[in-house]
């Protein structure tokens, strides 16, 4: 079992950055490949940002490509998702997710752990 843990979410102004960390228990942390989704009210979790084992493959969303980089301290059992230029549509309710496999992909179906959501608000 691997709990998640995530922090970092908040209020910032369009253009700022903020970090997200999302830290695991539990052992085998580069067993995992990880990535972060977000979801509006109502709406689907949408893929945002996923990186591999080792960190020598990442994947975006093209609507954070420049903007967000993810990564990973295998030694900390912690990924992090920085995001910089933020616009007031990046508003919504982050999630990172662990999936059993040292390669980055798939749905949100796919991922085995979850995190518990953390908001983050962009206002202009």
């Known amino acids: 079992q691997v709990q998640l843990v995530e922090t970092g979410g908040g209020l910032v102004q369009a253009g700022d950055s903020l970090r997200l960390s999302c830290t695991a228990s539990?052992?085998?942390?580069?067993?995992?490949?990880m990535s972060w989704f977000r979801q509006a009210p109502g709406e689907e979790r949408k893929f945002v940002a996923g990186?591999?084992?080792?960190?020598?493959?990442?994947l975006y969303a093209n609507d954070v490509k420049g903007r967000f980089a993810i990564s990973r301290d295998n030694a900390k059992n912690t990924a992090f998702l920085q995001m910089n230029s933020l616009k007031t549509e990046d508003t919504d309710v982050y999630y990172c997710?662990?999936?059993?496999?040292?390669?980055?992909?798939?749905?949100?179906?796919?991922?085995?752990?979850w995190g518990e959501g953390n908001q983050v608000t962009v206002s202009s």
């Open positions: 997710a662990a999936l059993l496999s040292r390669v980055v992909g798939g749905g949100a179906d796919d991922y085995d752990y």
């Open positions: 539990g052992r085998s942390f580069s067993s995992y490949a």
């Open positions: 990186i591999n084992w080792n960190g020598d493959t990442t």
